[in-house]
């Protein structure tokens, strides 16, 4: 089973930006839709963004729309989630992951099995 890895999180202050990599971990395509997902502390993971697999569907939840981005690179094997404008309540270990089904934002789901380590993010000035 692939398995993506998460980078680019950090310590980030109200207001800034953060973009966030998704990559497969060996030599394997990416080309599925792919969904973003976050786990704040004490609170279930939930999906937060996903992307098609060509791209050219983009869907958000409510909270970051307007704020994040995703986008993908097929060529270069991997997918973007640019953050502006991050708030506190942002804070959380991101992950991305294969998406279950067609990406739709009120159907954000990963593939069992899926999860990587994430990466950390965290707001807060």
């Known amino acids: 089973q692939v398995q993506l890895v998460e980078s680019g999180g950090g310590l980030v202050q109200p207001g800034g930006s953060l973009r966030l990599s998704c990559r497969a971990s060996?030599?394997?395509?990416?080309?599925?839709?792919i969904g973003w997902f976050r786990q704040a502390p004490g609170k279930e993971r939930e999906g937060v963004s996903c992307i098609s697999s060509s791209g050219v569907v983009t869907q958000y939840i409510d909270s970051v729309t307007g704020r994040f981005t995703v986008s993908r690179d097929n060529g270069k094997k991997v997918v973007y989630l640019q953050m502006n404008n991050l708030k506190p309540e942002d804070t959380a270990v991101y992950y991305c992951a294969p998406h279950a089904g067609p990406c739709r934002s009120d159907r954000l789901a990963a593939i069992p099995g899926s999860w990587g380590q994430g990466t950390q993010v965290t707001v807060s000035s």
């Open positions: 060996r030599n394997t395509e990416i080309n599925y839709a």
